[in-house]
Each structure stands twice: as structure tokens, then as C-alpha cells.
């Protein structure tokens, strides 16, 4: 089984916004781009044009109906992928070392060399966040862009996460959640930003920024203060009140 | 084991080159970076500089490179070998091709140039494809609008001078309350996203008004769960309640509208309704400071919306009275409307006194001086923070014109529409009606047309109709059933031409256009016409050409398929004349260019066309000596002049000193100029001009420098649209061009020129009470999605969604199956619940069910299994009445195709193997896609 470092120097992570995520899919599609392009194997597509398609995506969008005590119901989309956990257990379960969480900046990885598909590591995550390749046969997750966010071939303003830089909502954002001064910190503080599942004890380094309250419109001002006052109640009240108004402009 | 860390190079080379070029994966135009490696296209994301997206990029964008790898992609021109439908091809030249075109369409063009019927789809080049038709000589020319957004465009444009989305947009960076109507989860997509996105970021509210609350509407503060079809009503009950307690801004509407305007009150006058003018034609208003009638535009005229005229006996009222008189009525009271809508009466109240609130206790200026048409110098910018945007949702209605001209009035009626924190036009636009061409509709063997076959009709004498009173168009367009069809009715085209009404045709020419599956009504119906033959065999529409890049569903109908390119094989332009990508604060227009080479035998359909119209040796496309006159689109695009220094492009042309913008000589290095600028052209509205941009003497200097107009055209807003009242005073008997007499009712009570809302239930629908719906998905744009393996994960199959009422209504769990039964037809297809809907309604994803056969998918693929289209029970006629005639099911004032009347009932079925109705597979000439994907470009 594999050790966790004692200590990260930085926790990198995401701060998902489900107040604005509008469920597009972006995140799911911009990151399937680059990291089959990209870090390790790509990822593969099974039956990609026939029935029951499946392939290998480390960002998925979820949405979810909630109910609430009073008011209409709501919907709200839910991007999952891998949360970078403190305590992560599919590093601890891996048989070779293969995953591994960085020092540098607590990025949990496959070293895909040494990964031999025992799938061990995807049945410790309570997230369900990792997805074996099936035609490479390799444990793929998350990689929070580790070869964006350093790349000296990309301007610097494009050293996000491939889903971060895409996300045409705003509702992601990357940064060190391990400096309480960071804005993605800052952000979690205002907006009362929650752990996923804390119960797991996995202490993710991820955050979910939760909705905003809904439809209060009509509870915000107490009873008829709410509603316009009428000038008339017939036209020619109204032309009347009218032809007075329009003394003062 | 303990940690240990792999060394890891964080930089990998991420491509060899970027290339800028625009996105095709829908409509929006966002700019994209094409990063390439080895020569391929490796990766795609948002180009940062671009105006539209700014740098990000929807998972449509993102998935592009799976599109344009697609299996389905044509190879090659195809002829028709066995029967129409059957998929049977073989595979031929490009010469001769366009000799059989040419063959086809040089004799008709002789004889009878209306026999060519050309219509696009999705067409982005519709000033090009309509320039094409115009010189062929067929008034028989649209593109999809008549089934897509004509409703709000025209009511737009008649109203205002303008709409949403291309017209132009919220004002993202001041609005502090923003409505949404009917707003599917696109159009446009990503500057929607970006611009909820800041409303969000300071805590501005948004309410989402839809029956379905998904998408834009799941993260809007307030969900308006509303009844469809109801929202006019809704409005003008928003309307009522504004107006009876004074929240509207007087100021506005007597200086920018016509409400002062008087309207003719005699009602023996032939212009009863009209509005009275003086001898140089200029609307008329009382000047406050006179007390006299006075043209509106005259320097330090004080229009006044309260006094009256009266004139030999006579009342002349100004169009403020009649609009208050009527939305005044208790009959738009909240209480009235309520259950109507869906909408609780105390929810309307709080709605329309939060627009009040906002608009007015939040109202802000800006500190910008500018001068207005009558030459009054204003030291600051009147700021109202409420916007609106809205979209298919109200206008697919037969009375979406009528609702969308509801919602233009309310916004103008708080003074919003081009105020700061408002709603801004995008140049071109504002343009009223009166600067668009009027309809061209007359063919004249041999020769062009006199002009282009679309346009605005102001009144029944710009109709398309015959001295006989027949139709000269196809599609019936511009006819007394429906005057204002600016955009065409292509929905019509198949089942006229079938029917051989109004006349028969020869040819019809479509072009990225599903016409055989979920761009027509009634797809079974219209797969029949499209086969179907006469006693001696041959085909009722006797031939069919098309052109598309996939193996779409209609491509099996044709007898001439002209494959065309994928959007990174290709140039096209977006262009000013047409449909650009100008964003409020700038116009702008933009390119695509081959960022790749085609590998097939494919060529661009616009430069098909270039070629295709030299060879009918049409004016526009030969030289004087009958030579080619472009050799390709990008040749057009860069020598094209529509007026003289005017062409398809803005940027970069020639002027007397140099490289000039706007205006200007063409550029042989224009299109190089636009690819080093990152794909796009933008150019500022200065500070001063970039707000009440019809009036404002500044804004009006600019577009004219630019050549956007060449003169300026300040105008009022229309409260009161006359046009409509021109109709409906023929259809009281006045005038020569009189309308059949089953049609005056129709006209008399539907082209009201102030808004009006009327039930859409037609006679035959009782029995159906259920409202059934489809929408497009963010992460899929129609048919085109279903090939790409990346998207289809997403969406690969559409159930029907049910409110959870009728789910425990007719016992039903996820996964069950119903059929569902309108008036025309049934289907069998799987439920799955949903809550947040509203209770009468029913609705599914549009366009995710595929025909076994096409797009290069597998027999057994869920989008032909269990998708489903809902286009089956949608008949493009509505319920016989029983007095002699079938009415048009379509918007009486535009034609638009009302899909979203539709009504249905629900039973719970047997569970099925597949969605029903099954149609039989067609063969294909690209066969199916690979059983496995896993690819990196560069290695």
C-alpha cells in the first residue's frame, strides 16, 4: 500500500460555484480535449457509435432535483471529478505506488508506468471520481491540468485547468486552498463553501460553493408594501394623473 | 509502500501553431483556437481576444474536433441510383456534378425562374445565398427562420428596430434585473452564460420565465413555472399593472416612442388608425408648448401624450390613450390572468413591482453628454437597470408575434430598450422596418429579380401575390394568410410543392437543412412527399439537390448531393450585411478559414455556388466576357461590393489614404488581415454613441461613416405598429388589394397594431390537455450532435419528461412507457419524471432521435432505438374546423411555424423495444462509424 506525504506545500484545487453552474457540459468536454491530447493515454471511447457508448472522462456533470419545504423545485447540476483529498484512500489503497499525492502542491496523480489496472484505487474513492481506461487498461482521474498549470509553452493567463479556462458560467475556479488569503480561499469564506461527503473523512481539498436561496420574491417585503400603488383605477383617471406628470418633467 | 514522486515534465509542448478561426458547432460564432500538431488539428478552445466568447467555449465548441473527424462526413458528389430515400449512391466527379445542376437549372432560369426553389438551413451566409437567388431570379428563396425565430425577429424589428440575440443583447455590466423568457439552453449560448455569470457576481437577480426549469432557468433566482402559449398575457398583465400605478417613464415615451403620436380617430376616414401626418409625411404629435400639432421631429418640440386633437368634430387621440385605454381593462388584471398563466396573482404583482423598483428607485446615470436627432444636448445618460431577453419559447406560438411585440412594449414602457442597464442593439442594428428592403416577388424569365426576395412589407401592397390574387411565392409567404413572413415559411415549401399549390416546381435546392426528420412537421408526412410519384411514375417534386457536410437524414432524398466541407476546411464569412458579431460596444464581423485542407472530395457550398452561378452565366457571377467572375467563395468574399465600397467585410479595405474600415475598395490581403487578427474585425462605438443609439446624432454620424447606413435614420420606437393597421383596414374593405373574405376576420382581429393576446387552442384540439414541448440541449445543437461520440455520452437518448402530477396521475415510474396522441398522429415513447415543470406540461430534448442509417451510427444506436422525435404529432396544418378549409398551423401575422402549440394527451403503454414510429433504415454511402476511439494527433 502507498503513503501519503506527511505534508503538501500548497493545496491546489477547484472551487465549483453550484449557485451558477448551468449544467453545459463545457467542463466535461474541454477536459476530455486536452487530456486526451495530452498527460498519459488518451482517453479512449468504447463503441463510441453505437449503442450504450462509454468512454474514459475524469470530469462528469451530474444534475439533481431538490424539493424543498415550501416553493417550487428546484434543479441543481453538479460537476464531479477528482477532489485532490487531504487524506486520499485511493493513494493509500494502490498496490504500486502508481498513485501518488504531490508535495509540491497536494495534485493526486497516476503514474500510469506503474499503474496495472487492479482498479483497487477507484473502489476506495466514496466520489467515484476515477475511471479505468479500457483500452489502455490504466487508471485514469483527474490530473487538475499538472501539465497546464506550469506550462511554459502557455501564456501564463492560460495556466488553469483546462475546465477552469473554459467554464463560460464562472462557476469554477483554481487556486491554493491551503493560503487563507488565496481568492479561491477568500471566495469559500464568503459563500460558505462546504467539503463533499465529509463524513468519508477524506478531508478533499476541492470545494463546492452551495445555491443561493430560490423564489423569495414575494416573501422579501411583508404583505401589500410589496405590490405598486395604483394612481387610477379607470382611464381617465390615469389621463388625468397623466397630464400632471408630465407638468413636472 | 512509502511516497515517492515520478519525475513529471509540467511542460509539455502543447501544439506546433494556433489557428484562429470561428466555431460552427451552432449558431453563436464564438472564436476558437485551433492548436494543431503535425498538421492536424489536435485540440480546440475559446480564442481570449474574441468578442463574442472571450475565451471560453461551450462543450459544442470543445467537441468540434470530434465533428469535424466524423464518420459521417461525405466523400464525394453523390447521384441518386435507386429510389429516392433508399440511400443508394454512386459516387461521381465534381464536373459532372455541376453539369447536371447546370443542365437542371440553366432551362429553368429560361423559362420560369420561380421553379427553382432554394432554401438553406442553417445558413450563416444568407446575404450571399440570398444575393445567389435574387440573381438566379426566383422569389422562392428563405432560409430556417420561418420555423425558428421569424416572431421575434419581426416584432422586433416592426417595434423597435431590432431583437435579441444578433440584434443585441442585456447590458451585461449594468443590469441589475434581468427577465428571461422562453430561452431555451442556447441562443445565444456562451454570452449568455458569461453574462449570467456577472449578474451573478453582483448579486443581480434573474428571473427565468419557461415551463421547464432547466438550464439558465435552474440557476435564475425566480422560476416563472408559466402555462406555454400564456406569456403575452402575462405580460400585458405586467403591462397592466405598470401603467395603472404610473411606473413608467413619461419622459421616455414622449421623446423616443411614438405614444404622443395622434392616431386618426375618424372612423369614415380611409385612414382610420392611421396616423396623421403633415404634408412631408412626418407623424404628427401636440407640442406641449403650443398646444398645437407639430411633426415629432422638430427642434424643441414637447410631444405631449396627454391632449387629444380635434379636428372637424373629430377626436384624434395620441397612441398613449389607446394603449392605455386597453391594457387598463381588468381584463389584464393579475387576478384575471392568474390561472391562465399558472402564474398566482400575488407572484405578478411582486414581479411587475420589482421591474418598477429596479427600473426606477435603482436608476442611475451616466455621465456622458450627447445630442439627440432634434439637436437637445443632454449632459448625461439615463440609466434603467432592467433587461430582457427572450427567445423561441414565445415566438414558436401562433400568437408569438403578437407576445414578442407584447414584451418589446413592456421594456419600452419602463424606458429600458438602449438606456444604460438596459437592452442595447448591436450594429447594424437599430434599423426599423422602413430601412430594410422591401419583399421582391415577381420572377421575370431570363433575368434577375428586381431586388432581394425577402424584406418588411409595410402595407398589402408590398404582398407577393399575383393580379389574380395567387401567390407568387412557394411558400405562400407575404400573402394575406400571413403579410409580415420576412423570413420565408420553409416549413411549407415540401408540402406546397407536393401539393402543387400554389403552383408546381421544378427543382427544389436546400442546403443544410434536416428537411426529411426534425427540421419539418410532420417528418413521416413529409418523407411521403418527398417519394411520392404521379401516375406515370414520376416524382411530384420532381427534383431534389441538396447540400450538407454528413450524412444527415435528408441527404437520402436527394438525386445531387453536393457534399460540402467541415467548418475547419473551409472560408465563410460573418459578415455585417448579414448576421455579424458585433456585441453593443462594437461592430465587428468575422471570417473561417480552411485551418485545415479537406481530405475528401468536398468543396465548400459557397463556392459551389460562385462556380454553379458562373456556369448559368448570372449576373453577379460572370465578367463581362462570360468569364467566372470568383473562383471561390474567399475570392467573393474579398471582391464582392454589394454598394460601392461596401462589401461582405468591414475590415481592412482600401481608402484613399491606405487601409480604411467600413468603407473602402476591396483588398487583395484582406482575408490575410483577418486571419494574423485572430479570425474577427472589431471596431468601437465611440463612448458618446453607445447608448439610445436611434436617436443619438453621434451613433448615427458612425454608422453612416462605417457604412452601415449612408444616411442617418433616426426613428421612433412603435408602440403602434402601422403597417398592421394598413391590413387591417383592407380587410375592413378599404382600399383596392382587398383580402379574401375567409381571411378578414383573421386579419381584422390577429394584426392589431397595438399587442393582443389570444388563446392558441385551436378547434379539434379539446381532449388534449397537455402542452408537450421540446428544447435544445446545451451540450448538443439539433441533428449535428449525434454524431459526435463526446457529446452523444451526454445526450444519447431523449425520455419525456413528465411534471410528477402526471407521473402519479397515470401510475408511471422512470423508464415506463406512454403513448402520447395529438390530433395529427401518436407515439410510443419511454417517460421519466421530472419535478420542476410545470403541471400541464410535457417535454423532451429536440432532435437527439436519429433514423437507423444516417449519421454514420450503428442500427442499434439509443438515438435510434429509444430517441424520438416529436416532430411526428406536429402537422403543419392544424384540425380540420368543419367550414371547408385547413388553416395554417403558424403565426397569422409572420407564418412562423407555432411547434409549440401543440397538444396531446398521455396512457400509460406496454413496455417497447423502441420508440414508435420506427422507419425503416436507410442505406449509406459512409457506412458506420469505428468500434473504438482513443487517438492523439502528433504522435
Redesign the interface.
Given at each position: 500500500?502507498?503513503?501519503?506525504?506527511s505534508r503538501t506545500d500548497r493545496k491546489l484545487g477547484l472551487v465549483i460555484?453550484l449557485?451558477?453552474?448551468?449544467?453545459?457540459?463545457?467542463c466535461?468536454?474541454?477536459c476530455?480535449?486536452?487530456n486526451?491530447?495530452?498527460y498519459g493515454?488518451?482517453?479512449?471511447?468504447?463503441?463510441?457509435?453505437?449503442?450504450?457508448?462509454?468512454?474514459t472522462?475524469l470530469n462528469r456533470v451530474h444534475?439533481y432535483?431538490v424539493?424543498p419545504d415550501h416553493g417550487?423545485?428546484?434543479?441543481?447540476?453538479f460537476p464531479k471529478s477528482c477532489l485532490h483529498c487531504e487524506d486520499a484512500p485511493c493513494v493509500t489503497v494502490?498496490p504500486?505506488?502508481a498513485s501518488?499525492?504531490?508535495?509540491e502542491d497536494g495534485i493526486v496523480?497516476v503514474?500510469e508506468?506503474?499503474c496495472i489496472g487492479c482498479g483497487l484505487c477507484a473502489w476506495a474513492c466514496p466520489y467515484g471520481a476515477r475511471e479505468m481506461d479500457a483500452?489502455?487498461g490504466v487508471m485514469k482521474k483527474c490530473t487538475l491540468c499538472?501539465?497546464r498549470?506550469?506550462?511554459?509553452?502557455?501564456p501564463e493567463?492560460?495556466r488553469v485547468p483546462?475546465c477552469v479556462?473554459?467554464?463560460?458560467?464562472?462557476?469554477r475556479h483554481f487556486g491554493d486552498l491551503g493560503d487563507p488569503d488565496s481568492a479561491v480561499s477568500q471566495l469559500v469564506e464568503r459563500r460558505g463553501g462546504i467539503d463533499l461527503m465529509p463524513e468519508q473523512g477524506t478531508r478533499p481539498v476541492n470545494k463546492y460553493l452551495p445555491?443561493?436561496p430560490?423564489?423569495?420574491?414575494?416573501r422579501e417585503v411583508d404583505g401589500t408594501a410589496?405590490?405598486?400603488?395604483?394612481?387610477?383605477?379607470?382611464?381617465s383617471g390615469?389621463?388625468a394623473?397623466?397630464?400632471k406628470?408630465?407638468e413636472k418633467? | 509502500?512509502?511516497?515517492?514522486?515520478?519525475p513529471?515534465?509540467?511542460?509539455?509542448?502543447?501544439s506546433d501553431e494556433v489557428r484562429k478561426t470561428t466555431c460552427y458547432m451552432c449558431a453563436c460564432r464564438c472564436g476558437i483556437d485551433a492548436?494543431m500538431?503535425d498538421g492536424k488539428v489536435?485540440?480546440?478552445?475559446?480564442n481570449?481576444d474574441h468578442p463574442i466568447?472571450k475565451?471560453?467555449?461551450?462543450?459544442?465548441?470543445?467537441?468540434g474536433?470530434m465533428q469535424h473527424n466524423s464518420?459521417a462526413r461525405l466523400r464525394a458528389p453523390l447521384k441518386r441510383v435507386g429510389p429516392r430515400g433508399s440511400g443508394e449512391f454512386v459516387e461521381i466527379t465534381w464536373d459532372e456534378a455541376l453539369q447536371i445542376a447546370t443542365d437542371w437549372l440553366a432551362p429553368i432560369r429560361e423559362k420560369n425562374p420561380e421553379k427553382l426553389a432554394f432554401f438553406t438551413g442553417r445558413d450563416q451566409s444568407q446575404s450571399f445565398t440570398g444575393y445567389w437567388a435574387q440573381q438566379f431570379g426566383t422569389p422562392n428563396y428563405a432560409a430556417h427562420g420561418g420555423f425558428c425565430s421569424v416572431n421575434m425577429a419581426t416584432a422586433g424589428i416592426y417595434t423597435m428596430g431590432g431583437s435579441f440575440w444578433e440584434f443585441g443583447s442585456p447590458d451585461w455590466d449594468r443590469t441589475r434585473l434581468l427577465m428571461l423568457f422562453g430561452v431555451a439552453?442556447d441562443h445565444d449560448?456562451?454570452p449568455i452564460?458569461?453574462g449570467?455569470?456577472?449578474l451573478?457576481?453582483r448579486g443581480a437577480r434573474i428571473?427565468g420565465v419557461n415551463p421547464v426549469?432547466?438550464?439558465?432557468n435552474?440557476?435564475?433566482?425566480?422560476?416563472v413555472?408559466i402555462t406555454p402559449g400564456t406569456d403575452g398575457l402575462f405580460i400585458l398583465a405586467l403591462v397592466h399593472?405598470?401603467?395603472?400605478?404610473?411606473?413608467i417613464d413619461?419622459?421616455y415615451l414622449?421623446r423616443w416612442t411614438n405614444a404622443p403620436v395622434l392616431v386618426n380617430g375618424d372612423p369614415k376616414s380611409p385612414e382610420y388608425g392611421l396616423f396623421l401626418r403633415n404634408e412631408d409625411g412626418r407623424e404628427l404629435v401636440i407640442d406641449?408648448n403650443t398646444g398645437r400639432p407639430a411633426p415629432f421631429d422638430q427642434p424643441g418640440v414637447r410631444p405631449?401624450?396627454?391632449a387629444t386633437y380635434r379636428k372637424a368634430g373629430i377626436s384624434h387621440r395620441p397612441v398613449?390613450?389607446h394603449l392605455?385605454?386597453r391594457y387598463?381593462s381588468p381584463d389584464y388584471a393579475p387576478e384575471a390572468v392568474a390561472e391562465r398563466c399558472g402564474i398566482p396573482a400575488?407572484?405578478i404583482?411582486?414581479?411587475?413591482?420589482?421591474l418598477?423598483r429596479v427600473a426606477f428607485d435603482e436608476a442611475f446615470t451616466l455621465e456622458r453628454e450627447w445630442t439627440d436627432f432634434r439637436g437637445e444636448t443632454h449632459k448625461t445618460m439615463q440609466g434603467r437597470p432592467v433587461s430582457f431577453h427572450a427567445m423561441r419559447g414565445i415566438g414558436a406560438h401562433a400568437n408569438g408575434f403578437q407576445t414578442c411585440r407584447a414584451l418589446h412594449v413592456l421594456q419600452i414602457l419602463l424606458g429600458s430598450v438602449e438606456a444604460p442597464g438596459g437592452f442595447r442593439f448591436k450594429p447594424p442594428y437599430p434599423k426599423p422596418a422602413e430601412a430594410h428592403a422591401r419583399p421582391h416577388s415577381f420572377a421575370t424569365p431570363g433575368a434577375p429579380l428586381d431586388g432581394p426576395a425577402l424584406g418588411y412589407p409595410q402595407g398589402p401592397e408590398d404582398l407577393a401575390l399575383y393580379d389574380d390574387g395567387s401567390p407568387a411565392r412557394i411558400d405562400k409567404a407575404f400573402t394575406w394568410e400571413n403579410p409580415l413572413s420576412a423570413h420565408g415559411l420553409m416549413h411549407m415549401v415540401i408540402s406546397n410543392a407536393h401539393a402543387g399549390d400554389p403552383y408546381k416546381i421544378n427543382t427544389l435546392f436546400m442546403f443544410m437543412a434536416n428537411m426529411a426528420w426534425n427540421s419539418s412537421m410532420n417528418t413521416a408526412g413529409v418523407i411521403e412527399m418527398l417519394t411520392d410519384t404521379d401516375v406515370t411514375g414520376d416524382y411530384l417534386i420532381p427534383r431534389i439537390i441538396y447540400s450538407d457536410a454528413y450524412y444527415s437524414e435528408m441527404v437520402a432524398y436527394a438525386d445531387l448531393v453536393l457534399p460540402d466541407t467541415t467548418y475547419l476546411e473551409r472560408f465563410d464569412c460573418i459578415s455585417l450585411l448579414d448576421r455579424p458579431i458585433s456585441e453593443p460596444d462594437a461592430a465587428a464581423d468575422a471570417i473561417r478559414w480552411p485551418v485545415v485542407e479537406p481530405d475528401r472530395d468536398v468543396r465548400g457550398f459557397q463556392s459551389v455556388l460562385c462556380d454553379l452561378g458562373a456556369r448559368l452565366g448570372l449576373p453577379g457571377f460572370v465578367n463581362a466576357d462570360g468569364s467566372a467572375k470568383y473562383a471561390d467563395y474567399a475570392d467573393y468574399i474579398t471582391n464582392h461590393e454589394r454598394r460601392p465600397g461596401i462589401g461582405p467585410l468591414a475590415g481592412w479595405r482600401l481608402g484613399n489614404k491606405g487601409l480604411s474600415h467600413g468603407r473602402g475598395a476591396p483588398n487583395a490581403a484582406q482575408l490575410d488581415s483577418y486571419m494574423n487578427n485572430g479570425g474577427f474585425f472589431a471596431t468601437p462605438v465611440p463612448p458618446d454613441a453607445q447608448y439610445f443609439k436611434p436617436w443619438n446624432n453621434a451613433y448615427q454620424d458612425w454608422a453612416v461613416e462605417l457604412g452601415l447606413s449612408d444616411a442617418p435614420q433616426p426613428y421612433l420606437f412603435q408602440l403602434y405598429v402601422e403597417p398592421l393597421r394598413r391590413f387591417q383596414l383592407a380587410a375592413e374593405g378599404h382600399g383596392d388589394l382587398q383580402p379574401p373574405d375567409h381571411l378578414r376576420a383573421q386579419i381584422r382581429e390577429r394584426l392589431d397594431p397595438l399587442p393582443i393576446w389570444y388563446d392558441t387552442l385551436a378547434e379539434g384540439q379539446e381532449g388534449y390537455p397537455l402542452h408537450a414541448l421540446t428544447q435544445r440541449p446545451?451540450?448538443m445543437y439539433h441533428s449535428w450532435g449525434g454524431?459526435n461520440?463526446?457529446?452523444?455520452?451526454?445526450h444519447?437518448y431523449n425520455p419525456l419528461y413528465l411534471p410528477?402530477k402526471l407521473m402519479r396521475e397515470h401510475d408511471l415510474r422512470d423508464g415506463d412507457w406512454v403513448h402520447v396522441t395529438s390530433p395529427h398522429a401518436r407515439i410510443t415513447v419511454p417517460v421519466m419524471e421530472?419535478?420542476?415543470?410545470n403541471d400541464t406540461t410535457i417535454w423532451t430534448w429536440n432532435a437527439i432521435g436519429k433514423r437507423k442509417g444516417a449519421w454514420?451510427?450503428?442500427d442499434?444506436?439509443?438515438e435510434a432505438?429509444r430517441g424520438f422525435l416529436l416532430n411526428h404529432l406536429i402537422h403543419e396544418l392544424l384540425p380540420e374546423r368543419g367550414d371547408g378549409l385547413r388553416w395554417a398551423n403558424s403565426d397569422p401575422v409572420t407564418g412562423q411555424a407555432a411547434w409549440f402549440d401543440l397538444r396531446v394527451r398521455i396512457e400509460k403503454a406496454a413496455p417497447q423495444g423502441e420508440s414508435q414510429p420506427v422507419l425503416p433504415p436507410v442505406a449509406s454511402p459512409v457506412g458506420?462509424?469505428?468500434?473504438?476511439?482513443?487517438?492523439?494527433?502528433g504522435q
Open positions: 500500500m502507498t503513503q501519503l506525504p460555484d449557485d451558477t453552474c448551468v449544467g453545459c457540459h463545457a466535461v468536454i474541454s476530455k480535449g486536452w486526451t491530447e495530452n493515454a488518451p482517453l479512449s471511447d468504447q463503441n463510441p457509435y453505437g449503442a450504450e457508448p462509454s468512454g472522462f444534475s432535483e424539493l417550487a423545485a428546484q434543479l441543481v447540476h494502490c504500486t505506488g501518488y499525492k504531490r508535495v496523480l503514474n508506468s506503474d483500452a489502455e499538472v501539465d498549470i506550469y506550462n511554459e509553452n502557455l493567463i492560460d483546462a479556462r473554459t467554464c463560460p458560467a464562472g462557476a445555491p443561493r430560490r423564489d423569495r420574491l414575494e410589496l405590490f405598486l400603488e395604483p394612481v387610477a383605477d379607470e382611464p390615469f389621463f394623473w397623466l397630464d406628470a408630465l418633467i | 509502500m512509502t511516497h515517492r514522486q515520478p513529471l515534465d509540467t511542460s509539455p509542448p502543447v492548436h500538431k489536435a485540440y480546440i478552445d475559446g481570449r466568447n475565451g471560453v467555449l461551450c462543450a459544442k465548441g470543445s467537441a474536433i464518420p439552453e449560448s456562451n452564460k458569461m449570467l455569470a456577472k451573478k457576481e428571473i426549469r432547466s438550464g439558465y435552474a440557476v435564475a433566482d425566480e422560476w413555472g399593472e405598470l401603467l395603472r400605478a404610473g411606473r413619461l419622459d414622449s406641449r405631449d401624450l396627454a398613449m390613450h392605455a385605454t387598463l400575488p407572484r404583482r411582486a414581479i411587475a413591482a420589482e418598477a446545451m451540450a454524431q461520440p463526446w457529446l452523444r455520452q451526454i444519447g410528477t421530472m419535478a420542476a415543470l454514420a451510427l450503428k442499434n444506436a439509443p432505438t458506420p462509424g469505428p468500434d473504438e476511439l482513443a487517438w492523439k494527433m
